[in-house]
């Protein structure tokens, strides 16, 4: 493995060096430099800025000597109009720049770091034709190699593979952790080039990773109303005008918006979580810490313990029903089932009311608080924000997220200020001109292609039983939808691995990073790559991160800064399709400033080579090159009504000025206004939903018709929490986008404890479990579960709920021996601790938010 | 022309965007004549302390953006014994000439605030400069732009002093008297705070009425926020106060001998009963 410190590099030294030299030289007075320099140098040496779009938002890189010397916001020109807001007698008007986030003002240092993969890389004992050795998978001896043999060894394989086992045999994971920021490349690649260029071969086994970041709504909230093409999430466009206006309370209930609607945007929304503030609205934090929102955007902290959320929400409802504080006529006439629900919630059912008594002893809420909390709430409009990430990963996470409509659905969602929302993300929220359509990362290249090329191939494996259909076929299961648009049935169709006729898998196709820290049971998901089973794994790579010691070939690609694209900053396409997070839309043509690093080459690039060596060039590319591609995408855009394409490529960005006339349309105002139109069966909020009660009855324990609070299987009352007796959440991390970023050591220096000549991912733990354990702040500990365990250091804080601990998920694994699984992981990785069991029977999809877990002090014994 | 700011830490929500727009802008670029490249790591010109006080459930956090404080007596100047390698310049900016620099680390010691720090492979000693290159240039600072939360306040010094006096801005580690540059709304002091709720409803109670004092008769006087909750800052440390809480319409509630005996006290749920 290349050297992970994080030092600057050979060439990071030589520049520093010449360039101090001459500083030296130029301040001591000597001019000798100056005039050896040659008009190449003085060429070199001017500043150039160039337009790019990352995964942390739009920015402008600096780029001298050939290097990006800086990343700078992006600014919007006094002449250009912009938004503004008025509310409760003031005016609110977004900064006249892009917010870059940490992650936007580091990307030159992750673009340059040390464990960049520079050339293509074989694994050493490995041989094609399933001849090589295993034994060293994991360990990473790997040996430079030619492009070209690396190609011709990768075509070679897919052909002898597809020619030997058929198509089925060739699986393609790719894993929604954000690779690089595009549209052709990067995340464009993995969405749309990867499965064209296999499709186009005949078809391949389609690995479902399924969303960890919006499971519960897609699960849950979706069948109540709609919005499967959101991901479960509802409309949000100009939601934030309106709350602004005429919402008395917001509430933020199981994220931390603060951090976790960085991505793809940087920090555009954090300016109006303080209008809120500023605007005089009261806000509230529901979450087992006290996170940064809470730090400086909530009046109130409520800690819940983590994954008992629903149980809150029951009883703030059990107080609206029995005092007669909720919209009445509203339900009546926009929701069906309400009754049932009500049933519940009085005990009609099962002899239980849920009163805040007894949700106390489920989330450890005082009673007075929760009714302190629901006639707040009912008090006038409230603005529920909850829909990213947190308490919607975990236990039961559809319960949770169908607990949430259900709130906003007794106080009148639609109404004015009565919204459901994340500011930020794919939710939006700011005012947006909708007329403007730029294509994104998921439908790609696809708009600009004559010819679409679907995958023959039944056979597909999901992210929660990849191992086990490699290790110990066949494998059922019910339900994978991945989240984004897709059908509620999706989940009652019932999977098998192997498809009869079909061949298991012999060769893994991998691009994008985080395979192993971004999911669930990193311990099981290595040891599937163990195995002699999977003849070649070919993995494409930025980083030598963890899970490339299990690659045969690395095929090294590169970043943003290295290729060109086009994209808008915030919008992902089909199911981000605005960008209404962003405070200004801009089209950003993504330029290329540097050259690739090495042998780096563009992820579509990679897949040109491999298409050419295959046979199938001209049905890959109808012969558009790169910039064909781009062009055709604009051509289909809303930015080429305003500018030609070749301004467009020297100027880089453009601003479409926010429209002198504006009419704002609220989220699910229509709805409110027309009381049907969504997407269920009813064309209502469906608070009893038959389709489910159809599918699993009416008394299924794990999805019931109405929500509920249930109790986690594998939760504080199992068995297992005799031996591990903490809650372990693990939400979505500060620091890092999943994995990326993780590599940074202007990053790392932040919030690792280094100790012993080792850095330690943090976990928080409160003073009373801490002190129980015997444990220090900064002391290193060793976290287990059932499904492994960890080191990581102790951050000792009032800031989390007693009786549970929190680590940021997407540390880099580094087990003591990665060829042993289950051993002792230094590198923190949350996820090693996390179950790949699915949420529930009825949602084949992650609840890594939540986990036992037990915290002993770390004095060197296993 | 010289410049100051004013840290508001009230508005900060610890993204830690300033601490690497800092290493964005420095890592790796000189700024003749006032800065060598900082290092890759291990030197923070900018770092974000986060000060943590009260007790669970009622907890706050203090994050304290810390920076060179370019003091108008400034102890690192004092310390250095090289001639005129320590200097201040026009804008007002503390900068230390590396060239001239030998990393003798003397004003390493000097400075209260631990914002210098050794460069082991230069032999010279490094710290903030206020972004001089970017002064220059009629911009702000790296960490003052790249704020999404409005923190930081930044600007002429003249001009900045209303809103100084206005928002009772402090220098962190007063007592130090180096006169610094940088000051502060909302440093950790000891606080009293609380929640008033209507007994009844249990609803927040906004515009209450809250008057504390202390053994010697001395009182400081407040009103509850939107939410009812209300903070009364720059208490004395172990002292006995008197809470009273009024609202009109209200029977007023008279908490006694309310001992400051933690940084952040936090007296919880308040209720007040109507007076009929
Ligand atoms: S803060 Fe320290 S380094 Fe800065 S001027 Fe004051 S004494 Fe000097
Ligand atoms: S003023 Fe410039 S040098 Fe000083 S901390 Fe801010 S960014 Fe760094
Ligand atoms: S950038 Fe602003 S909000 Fe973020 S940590 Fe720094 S001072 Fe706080």
């Known amino acids: 493995m290349e050297n992970q410190q994080g030092n600057a590099s050979q060439s990071d030294r030589v520049l520093i060096n010449a360039m101090s030299s001459a500083f030296g030289s130029l301040a001591g007075g000597d001019n000798l430099l100056r005039a050896i320099k040659t008009e190449e140098m003085k060429e070199r040496e001017k500043e150039r800025v160039y337009s790019e779009c990352t995964f942390g938002g739009a920015v402008l890189a600096h780029v001298k000597y050939d290097r990006v010397v800086k990343t700078a916001p992006l600014t919007i020109p006094e002449n250009i109009n912009q938004y503004k807001i008025e509310a409760k007698g003031k005016v609110f008007e977004p900064p006249r720049r892009c917010l870059m986030d940490m992650w936007a003002q580091a990307y030159r240092r992750w673009v340059y770091d040390t464990s960049r993969v520079r050339y293509p890389l074989k694994r050493v004992g490995w041989e094609p034709g399933g001849k090589g050795k295993y034994d060293n998978r994991g360990i990473a001896e790997f040996v430079r190699i030619s492009w070209d043999e690396a190609l011709e060894l990768v075509a070679g394989e897919i052909k002898r593979i597809k020619e030997g086992y058929g198509n089925s045999a060739i699986a393609y994971l790719t894993h929604t952790t954000h690779t690089t920021w595009g549209t052709i490349h990067g995340m464009g690649t993995e969405y749309t080039v990867v499965p064209r260029f296999l499709n186009i071969l005949g078809g391949y086994t389609e690995y479902v990773p399924g969303t960890s970041s919006w499971a519960g709504w897609v699960s849950g909230a979706a069948f109540m109303y709609g919005y499967w093409w959101a991901n479960g999430t509802s409309e949000g466009v100009d939601s934030f005008a309106d709350s602004l206006q005429n919402s008395r309370m917001v509430v933020y209930w199981g994220l931390d918006a603060t951090k976790s609607t960085r991505m793809y945007l940087g920090h555009e929304s954090e300016v109006w979580r303080h209008w809120v503030r500023e605007a005089g609205i009261k806000t509230v934090m529901v979450s087992p810490e006290f996170n940064d929102t809470a730090v400086v955007h909530a009046d109130r902290w409520v800690p819940v313990y983590p994954g008992s959320d629903a149980a809150l929400a029951a009883a703030i409802m059990y107080v609206w029903v029995t005092e007669g504080t909720y919209d009445k006529n509203y339900v009546e006439t926009h929701a069906v089932g309400f009754e049932k629900f009500r049933d519940y919630l009085l005990g009609k059912d099962d002899g239980v009311p849920k009163t805040p008594q007894w949700a106390e002893k489920i989330c450890g809420v005082n009673p007075e608080t929760t009714i302190s909390l629901a006639r707040e709430w009912a008090a006038g409009p409230t603005t529920l924000n909850c829909q990213l990430g947190g308490a919607c990963r975990g236990w039961n996470g559809h319960e949770w997220t169908r607990m949430m409509v259900t709130l906003q659905t007794l106080q009148g969602l639609g109404k004015p200020g009565v919204n459901m929302v994340t500011w930020g993300t794919i939710s939006g929220g700011a005012p947006f001109d909708k007329s403007v359509h730029v294509p994104g990362y998921s439908t790609g290249i696809n708009p600009a292609a004559n010819k679409l090329y679907s995958n023959p191939i039944p056979q597909r494996v999901h992210t929660l039983n990849i191992s086990d259909c490699i290790l110990k076929p066949p494998v059922k299961w019910k339900g994978g939808t991945t989240g984004a648009a897709y059908w509620w049935e999706e989940f009652f169709r019932e999977y098998s691995y192997p498809v009869p006729g079909y061949s298991e898998i012999k060769m893994i196709l991998r691009m994008g990073g985080g395979h192993f820290a971004s999911y669930a049971n990193v311990n099981w998901r290595a040891e599937a790559y163990l195995s002699p089973k999977v003849e070649t794994t070919v993995m494409t790579a930025l980083f030598m991160e963890p899970v490339m010691r299990y690659a045969d070939i690395i095929l090294p690609a590169c970043t943003d800064f290295e290729r060109n694209d086009y994209s808008m900053l915030g919008c992902g396409g089909l199911y981000i399709p605005y960008s209404g997070s962003a405070n200004h839309q801009i089209a950003i043509y993504q330029q290329k400033c540097i050259e690739p690093l090495g042998q780096s080459m563009s992820d579509m690039d990679i897949f040109y080579h491999l298409a050419r060596k295959m046979g199938i060039e001209d049905e890959f590319s109808e012969g558009n090159t790169e910039d064909d591609w781009i062009r055709k995408l604009f051509e289909k855009s809303t930015t080429a009504k305003f500018i030609s394409y070749e301004d467009f490529k020297k100027k880089g960005h453009y601003i479409f000025p926010f429209p002198e006339k504006y009419e704002p ?22 608070i009893y939903s038959r389709t489910i009660a159809d599918f699993y009855g009416e008394n299924h324990p794990e999805i019931p018709p109405v929500p509920k609070y249930l109790e986690p299987k594998d939760g504080p009352k199992s068995p297992q929490a005799k031996q591990y007796p903490l809650i372990g959440f693990f939400p979505h991390p500060k620091f890092r986008l999943h994995t990326m970023m993780e590599n940074v050591s202007w990053l790392r220096e932040l919030h690792k404890k280094r100790t012993d000549g080792r850095e330690y991912e943090p976990f928080w733990i409160n003073p009373v479990d801490a002190a129980a354990r015997d444990i220090k702040h900064g002391d290193i500990a060793i976290v287990s579960s059932t499904k492994g365990k960890l080191l ?70 296993r | 022309m010289k410049y100051s700011m004013i840290v508001d830490i009230n508005r900060c929500s610890v993204c830690y965007a300033c601490v690497v727009a800092c290493k964005n802008e420095h890592v790796g670029n000189p700024y003749p004549p006032y ?13 974000l302390m986060e000060e943590e006080k009260g007790k669970y459930p009622y907890v706050k956090l203090y994050p304290i953006p810390v920076l060179c404080m370019h003091c108008n007596e400034a102890p690192c100047m004092e310390a250095c014994p090289i001639p005129d390698c320590i200097y201040r310049t026009k804008e007002g900016a503390v900068i230390i000439d590396s060239t001239k620099c030998d990393g003798c680390k003397s004003c390493i010691s000097a400075c209260p605030y631990g914002v210098i720090f050794p460069n082991e492979d230069r032999n010279i000693c490094q710290k903030c400069t206020l972004c001089m290159h970017r002064l220059e240039q009629g911009k702000e600072p790296a960490c003052v732009e790249a704020c999404p939360s409005g923190v930081f306040l930044w600007g002429e010094e003249s001009g900045l002093e209303k809103e100084m006096k206005k928002r009772e801005a402090m220098p962190l580690y007063r007592e130090k008297g180096t006169k610094p540059r940088v000051y502060y709304v909302g440093l950790p002091t000891p606080t009293l705070a609380g929640h008033v709720i209507d007994g009844k409803s249990l609803m927040d109670m906004p515009g209450a009425d809250v008057i504390i004092t202390d053994t010697r008769g001395s009182s400081m006087r407040r009103k509850s926020n939107v939410a009812g909750n209300f903070s009364l800052d720059n208490l004395k440390m172990d002292t006995a106060y008197t809470v009273k809480i009024e609202h009109t319409g209200y029977l007023s509630k008279t908490i006694e001998n309310v001992l400051l005996d933690i940084e952040y006290k936090h007296l919880g749920d308040i209720k007040l009963f109507k007076a009929s």
């Not at chain 1, 609220?666 to 009381?675: D, H, N, Q, S, T």
């Not at chain 1, 102790?794 to 051993?823: H, K, L, M, N, Q």
């Not at chain 1, 002792?824 to 996820?831: E, F, H, T, V």
């Not at chain 2, 800065?35 to 770092?47: A, F, K, N, T, V």
């Open chain 1, 665 to 686: 349309t609220p989220p699910l105002r229509w709805f409110y206004e027309k009381g049907g139109g969504l997407a269920t069966p009813s064309g209502k909020i469906e």
């Open chain 1, 792 to 861: 990581a250091s102790a951050f000792v804080t009032e800031r989390i709920i007693p009786g549970s601990i929190r680590i940021f998920y997407g540390a880099f694994w580094e087990p003591e021996d990665p060829r042993t699984p289950g051993s002792l992981d230094r590198g923190g990785s949350a996820n090693v601790l996390a179950s790949n069991e699915p949420m529930s029977y009825h949602a084949y999809l992650h609840r890594v938010e939540h986990m036992m877990v037990q915290v002993r002090k770390w004095e060197g014994q």
């Open chain 2, 35 to 47: 800065s060598y490249p900082q290092p890759d790591r291990d030197q923070e010109w900018i770092r």
